[in-house]
């Protein structure tokens, strides 16, 4: 239990008739890099919210490091950054100055920290300047800045880069490898950037409609989900019988089978089924699942599952 | 803003008692008036006032009042602004008294074993309307007791002199006493109508020291600045 | 440094360092300026007949009379709107720039925030008005002179009347005495704009809904029909300062009016925190 981080219990979040999010459960454990994917009004930034202690559970509870966020908030956010949503900064101030103020209300403004994360973020050069001259992206930089001062142990950010160029994308990427590598923090990150979170993450939880519709390890997920494509004469026949072996499988655009990868089967045992059975197997090739083609499947499945109902 | 310049300070020094042999008349009574003051050139004093009034409401307040032939007068608050009782710090009273008043009566009465002259005037302008009475002794030709009655309000006022300079009767404290004097109505809005009008009594008391009479005083002290200059003489010359 | 101390200071910090901060400072040097120059050409139209019997001597303009006459003319209109400008901004515009998220999610309470902004607002109305008066003293003794300090009462909610001259040292103290007391008023103004901006994410609405209320208030105290509710009513207290101008000094009368204005601070104070305390932010 003292490696949960970050606990959210049946979570449920009413805006008068709307339900935002409807009893989400997740846990985030020490050193995890923690990806929350959903679409757009799924329940993720306010999820987010929550967890900052902005908006008030309708149900349920959120606790970090065992306290809970409302109730105990000081306690529950004294090791913890965050950048909900477009990061908010004082325009009339500096840089160094937004920082500083932030410090100040995170427990002590320590030049180091300061100075450290404006390196870290790439933005000593303008620190001095006002934020009403950042551009876009050095004012998403800046709100990561903020949210890695006093060295937290949780960092939670919700679309850490959006607004950010390719070169900027990839330097929060590694930031957030740094983090939880180097330094030990665990992340939890929304994003709608499913290669990033794939990159990045050690394990997702997908959204939708204020329901958790799957999440674990994303080596788990993509394991699980991974396909072997077999290049094998008779096609046909040889896809028949390995539908009756109780596979999922199919023909792919290029003629050879597609075959999903149970937990109980490896490819060794389909090429040697196969061969048993007199086919000839020319090749078997594994075809890397992308978090991308999990998340579109879930998002069909869940689909399929409402469609009915 | 002006001073109402009221009346004179009648500084009838040496009047030699003739004035008591001339017949009843005005021009008599103010010639009587006119020589008891004439060897005064000017002469500066200090005063200061005291009030208890329902209409003003003011700590004791002096003032250096410097006073030239013909007709200068000049009061200098030494706080910058103050209230006095009307027709107490006069320049020349005869002059005066021809500007504002009309003279309507002279009687010679006696006020104790002193012969006096009772002259009755009628204001000319606004600032002097009502009804009028000055008493002036004969002997010395210096105003003793004056009232002012506007038909609402009264007002009397008595003076005391002593000899300045071993030889100039100057007066060293007026007293005048107010009756049936008014506060300006206002609206309360707590009782939602106008409060009653607020009358009764009142007094002044005005003392006068350090005379300092024919030294001579430059024009340039009754130049009164421009309203609101910035620059008020606190430190008189003299 | 306790927290809610450190919190001040960063508030007075961001108010000293935003423009609006500085637009009711040069208002109220503005309007001093004006009203020096208007009492330059000569004393203004108060109202009421002189005084029978008496006369008067040297000018009652001064740096006094014009930090009198200051207030007198500005403590029910341009004193609150210009207060209201930053005390209707503290919260609201956070809630709009997206800052307030980003200061909710550190580890202070909201009561903590609630409060420092609110003593922040208090500093900044005292502050305000008294160098609204300082401002109209300064330049009245520049141009104008220095002197006793003389007053014309009409006779308001202390009933007094008349002319009030008191010597220059005590005239400054009373003047003291007024200006504190009408920031204890324009904060009364002040909080009701600070309580719509706990709600709102646009400061224009928490500064008309204040400046509505009070001109609400000065209206219905004109109407006989809302006599019953009129001590009730903050705008009905606002000009006891003037009590302080008069002898003896109805202290009882400004000590009720005191608590009054006090009351509507605390309550609108109170009000705010419960909202703030319970709301979703979602800006």
Redesign the interface.
Request: some cysteine; aromatic content about 8%; hydrophobic content about 45%.
């Given at each position: 239990m003292d490696d949960i981080v970050l606990e959210v219990r049946e979570f449920k979040k009413r805006f008068g008739a709307i339900k935002a999010v409807d009893g989400l459960d997740l846990e985030v454990r020490r050193g995890d890099i923690f990806g929350f994917l959903g679409p757009n009004g799924a329940g993720k930034s306010t999820t987010i919210r929550a967890m900052a202690g902005l908006v008030r559970p309708s149900n349920g509870e959120i606790r970090i490091f065992g306290h809970d966020v409302w109730r105990d908030r000081k306690k529950a956010l004294s090791r913890v950054g965050m950048l909900v949503e477009s990061p908010g900064l004082y325009r009339y101030l500096t840089g160094r100055q937004n920082l500083e103020m932030f410090a100040e209300l995170s427990g002590g403004k320590h030049a180091d920290d300061i100075k450290r994360a404006l390196e870290i973020t790439g933005l000593t050069d303008r620190a001095d300047d006002k934020v009403k001259n950042y551009s876009h992206g050095m004012k998403q930089r800046l709100g990561l800045a903020q949210a890695i001062l006093c060295q937290p142990e949780l960092v939670i950010l919700d679309e850490p880069t959006d607004g950010l160029d390719p070169q900027g994308m990839k330097e929060v990427r590694e930031l957030i490898k740094n983090l939880a590598g180097e330094c030990g923090i665990t992340v939890f990150l929304s994003s709608h950037l499913l290669h990033e979170v794939e990159q990045v993450c050690t394990k997702v939880a997908v959204i939708h409609k204020g329901q958790k519709l799957a999440d674990g390890k994303v080596s788990d997920i993509l394991t699980k989900r991974s396909r072997i494509k077999i290049t094998i004469d008779r096609t046909k026949d040889a896809l028949t019988a390995i539908k009756e072996k109780g596979l999922s499988a199919d023909i792919s655009d290029d003629g050879c089978i597609s075959v999903q990868i149970e937990p109980n089967s490896d490819a060794a045992e389909i090429n040697s089924f196969l061969v048993e059975k007199g086919f000839r197997v020319s090749a078997v090739i594994p075809e890397k699942t992308s978090l991308e083609e999990f998340y579109f499947s879930i998002m069909g499945e869940y689909s399929g599952k409402a469609d009915k109902a | 803003m002006k001073a109402a310049r009221i009346g004179i300070l009648l500084l009838c020094l040496t009047c030699t008692g003739w004035c008591a042999q001339k017949p009843d008349s005005a021009e008599a009574a103010l010639r009587c008036i006119e020589r008891g003051y004439a060897s005064v050139k000017d002469y500066k004093v200090e005063i200061q006032v005291s009030v208890e009034s329902p209409q003003v409401h003011m700590p004791n307040a002096k003032a250096v009042v410097y006073f030239k032939r013909p007709d200068k007068l000049r009061v200098i608050p030494k706080e910058g602004f103050m209230m006095m009782p009307s027709y107490a710090v006069m320049g020349d009273p005869v002059g005066f008294i021809r500007k504002n008043f009309s003279i309507i009566g002279v009687k010679s009465a006696k006020l104790g074993a002193e012969p006096v002259y009772i002259l009755s005037m009628v204001g000319k302008t606004m600032q002097s309307a009502g009804k009028f009475e000055i008493v002036v002794e004969k002997r010395r030709g210096l105003i003793v007791s004056g009232s002012a009655n506007d038909g609402a309000s009264k007002l009397t006022a008595k003076w005391e002199y002593k000899q300045s300079d071993g030889k100039f009767w100057m007066p060293i404290k007026i007293t005048v006493k107010m009756e049936g004097l008014v506060a300006p109505q206002a609206f309360d809005p707590k009782e939602m109508k106008m409060n009653p009008p607020k009358t009764g009594t009142g007094t002044a008391i005005v003392t006068f020291t350090n005379y300092r009479i024919n030294r001579g005083i430059p024009d340039s002290i009754f130049v009164e600045k421009k309203q609101g200059d910035g620059r008020r003489d606190l430190k008189p010359v003299g | 440094m306790n927290i809610v101390a450190?919190?001040i200071k960063?508030e007075i910090?961001?108010l000293s360092?935003?423009?609006r901060s500085y637009l009711g400072l040069t208002a109220m040097l503005g309007l001093a300026g004006l009203i020096v120059l208007g009492?330059?050409?000569?004393?203004p139209q108060i109202g009421?007949?002189s005084?029978?019997?008496?006369?008067?001597?040297?000018?009652?303009?001064?740096g006094g009379f014009a930090a009198w006459f200051m207030l007198r003319v500005t403590l029910l209109f341009f004193l609150p709107l210009f207060t209201c400008v930053v005390t209707g901004d503290m919260i609201s515009s956070?809630s709009a720039?997206?800052?307030?998220?980003?200061?909710?999610?550190?580890?202070?309470?909201?009561e903590s925030v609630y409060c420092a902004k609110y003593i922040a607002s208090i500093i900044y109305t005292a502050a305000l008005t008294l160098f609204m008066g300082t401002a109209a003293y300064i330049i009245g003794s520049?141009?104008?002179?220095?002197?006793?300090l003389?007053t014309f009462?009409?006779?308001?909610?202390i009933?007094a009347?008349?002319?009030?001259?008191?010597?220059?040292t005590?005239g400054i103290m009373r003047l003291i005495g007024a200006y504190m007391f009408a920031a204890l008023a324009v904060l009364s103004v002040g909080s009701i704009a600070f309580f719509i901006s706990s709600m709102v994410s646009n400061s224009l609405g928490a500064i008309g809904g204040a400046m509505l209320t009070l001109i609400a208030f000065q209206i219905m105290?004109m109407f006989?029909f809302f006599?019953p509710i009129?001590?009730f009513l903050f705008t009905?207290h606002m000009e006891s300062w003037s009590g302080l101008f008069?002898?003896p000094i109805p202290w009882g009368q400004i000590f009720k009016s005191a608590c009054t204005l006090c009351a509507y601070s605390a309550g609108f104070f109170t009000l705010g925190l419960i909202v703030f305390r319970?709301r979703?932010?979602?800006s």
């Amino acid at each position: 239990m003292d490696d949960i981080v970050l606990e959210v219990r049946e979570f449920k979040k009413r805006f008068g008739a709307i339900k935002a999010v409807d009893g989400l459960d997740l846990e985030v454990r020490r050193g995890d890099i923690f990806g929350f994917l959903g679409p757009n009004g799924a329940g993720k930034s306010t999820t987010i919210r929550a967890m900052a202690g902005l908006v008030r559970p309708s149900n349920g509870e959120i606790r970090i490091f065992g306290h809970d966020v409302w109730r105990d908030r000081k306690k529950a956010l004294s090791r913890v950054g965050m950048l909900v949503e477009s990061p908010g900064l004082y325009r009339y101030l500096t840089g160094r100055q937004n920082l500083e103020m932030f410090a100040e209300l995170s427990g002590g403004k320590h030049a180091d920290d300061i100075k450290r994360a404006l390196e870290i973020t790439g933005l000593t050069d303008r620190a001095d300047d006002k934020v009403k001259n950042y551009s876009h992206g050095m004012k998403q930089r800046l709100g990561l800045a903020q949210a890695i001062l006093c060295q937290p142990e949780l960092v939670i950010l919700d679309e850490p880069t959006d607004g950010l160029d390719p070169q900027g994308m990839k330097e929060v990427r590694e930031l957030i490898k740094n983090l939880a590598g180097e330094c030990g923090i665990t992340v939890f990150l929304s994003s709608h950037l499913l290669h990033e979170v794939e990159q990045v993450c050690t394990k997702v939880a997908v959204i939708h409609k204020g329901q958790k519709l799957a999440d674990g390890k994303v080596s788990d997920i993509l394991t699980k989900r991974s396909r072997i494509k077999i290049t094998i004469d008779r096609t046909k026949d040889a896809l028949t019988a390995i539908k009756e072996k109780g596979l999922s499988a199919d023909i792919s655009d290029d003629g050879c089978i597609s075959v999903q990868i149970e937990p109980n089967s490896d490819a060794a045992e389909i090429n040697s089924f196969l061969v048993e059975k007199g086919f000839r197997v020319s090749a078997v090739i594994p075809e890397k699942t992308s978090l991308e083609e999990f998340y579109f499947s879930i998002m069909g499945e869940y689909s399929g599952k409402a469609d009915k109902a | 803003m002006k001073a109402a310049r009221i009346g004179i300070l009648l500084l009838c020094l040496t009047c030699t008692g003739w004035c008591a042999q001339k017949p009843d008349s005005a021009e008599a009574a103010l010639r009587c008036i006119e020589r008891g003051y004439a060897s005064v050139k000017d002469y500066k004093v200090e005063i200061q006032v005291s009030v208890e009034s329902p209409q003003v409401h003011m700590p004791n307040a002096k003032a250096v009042v410097y006073f030239k032939r013909p007709d200068k007068l000049r009061v200098i608050p030494k706080e910058g602004f103050m209230m006095m009782p009307s027709y107490a710090v006069m320049g020349d009273p005869v002059g005066f008294i021809r500007k504002n008043f009309s003279i309507i009566g002279v009687k010679s009465a006696k006020l104790g074993a002193e012969p006096v002259y009772i002259l009755s005037m009628v204001g000319k302008t606004m600032q002097s309307a009502g009804k009028f009475e000055i008493v002036v002794e004969k002997r010395r030709g210096l105003i003793v007791s004056g009232s002012a009655n506007d038909g609402a309000s009264k007002l009397t006022a008595k003076w005391e002199y002593k000899q300045s300079d071993g030889k100039f009767w100057m007066p060293i404290k007026i007293t005048v006493k107010m009756e049936g004097l008014v506060a300006p109505q206002a609206f309360d809005p707590k009782e939602m109508k106008m409060n009653p009008p607020k009358t009764g009594t009142g007094t002044a008391i005005v003392t006068f020291t350090n005379y300092r009479i024919n030294r001579g005083i430059p024009d340039s002290i009754f130049v009164e600045k421009k309203q609101g200059d910035g620059r008020r003489d606190l430190k008189p010359v003299g | 440094m306790n927290i809610v101390a450190k919190q001040i200071k960063l508030e007075i910090f961001k108010l000293s360092r935003r423009g609006r901060s500085y637009l009711g400072l040069t208002a109220m040097l503005g309007l001093a300026g004006l009203i020096v120059l208007g009492l330059a050409q000569g004393p203004p139209q108060i109202g009421g007949a002189s005084p029978q019997g008496f006369a008067t001597a040297g000018s009652f303009l001064n740096g006094g009379f014009a930090a009198w006459f200051m207030l007198r003319v500005t403590l029910l209109f341009f004193l609150p709107l210009f207060t209201c400008v930053v005390t209707g901004d503290m919260i609201s515009s956070e809630s709009a720039d997206g800052t307030l998220r980003t200061l909710l999610s550190k580890p202070v309470s909201r009561e903590s925030v609630y409060c420092a902004k609110y003593i922040a607002s208090i500093i900044y109305t005292a502050a305000l008005t008294l160098f609204m008066g300082t401002a109209a003293y300064i330049i009245g003794s520049i141009f104008l002179g220095r002197g006793s300090l003389t007053t014309f009462q009409a006779g308001t909610i202390i009933g007094a009347q008349g002319i009030y001259i008191f010597p220059e040292t005590e005239g400054i103290m009373r003047l003291i005495g007024a200006y504190m007391f009408a920031a204890l008023a324009v904060l009364s103004v002040g909080s009701i704009a600070f309580f719509i901006s706990s709600m709102v994410s646009n400061s224009l609405g928490a500064i008309g809904g204040a400046m509505l209320t009070l001109i609400a208030f000065q209206i219905m105290g004109m109407f006989e029909f809302f006599k019953p509710i009129n001590s009730f009513l903050f705008t009905a207290h606002m000009e006891s300062w003037s009590g302080l101008f008069v002898s003896p000094i109805p202290w009882g009368q400004i000590f009720k009016s005191a608590c009054t204005l006090c009351a509507y601070s605390a309550g609108f104070f109170t009000l705010g925190l419960i909202v703030f305390r319970r709301r979703d932010i979602l800006s």
